[in-house]
């Protein structure tokens, strides 16, 4: 098992930036893709971005290709995001999200995911 702790969400303007960071415990780190999904009030769970076991793959959603960067450190068991250039429509609850490797790639569906954090709150204010 593995357990997923979000961290760096807060409250930013319009253009700002933020780095998001989600540390996991549990099962061993580089046996998992990574990917960060976003949820805003009244809408569906959305997929981000993922990255492979390795860091040496990722994967973008269309709406966030070029603005957001998905990173990882084996060593520390974390996972980042960066986000550059933010709208309001960004605002959501964030989440980070471990997929067993070998389960298919690249890895956009909420059911490919074994492994959730609780989430951390990103606002954009315009």
């Known amino acids: 098992q593995v357990q997923l702790v979000e961290s760096g969400g807060g409250l930013v303007q319009a253009g700002g930036s933020l780095r998001l960071s989600c540390t996991a415990s549990?099962?061993?780190?580089?046996?998992?893709?990574m990917g960060w999904f976003r949820q805003a009030p009244g809408k569906e769970r959305e997929f981000l971005a993922v990255i492979g076991w390795s860091g040496y793959g990722t994967y973008y959603a269309d709406s966030v290709k070029g603005r957001f960067t998905i990173s990882r450190d084996n060593r520390k068991y974390t996972v980042f995001l960066q986000m550059n250039s933010l709208e309001p429509e960004d605002t959501a609850v964030y989440y980070c999200?471990?997929?067993?490797?070998?389960?298919?790639?690249?890895?956009?569906?909420?059911?490919?995911?074994?492994?959730w954090g609780q989430g951390t709150q990103v606002t954009v204010s315009s």
């Open positions: 549990g099962d061993t780190f580089s046996s998992y893709n």
């Open positions: 999200a471990a997929a067993p490797r070998g389960s298919g790639w690249p890895q956009g569906s909420r059911n490919q995911y074994a492994y």
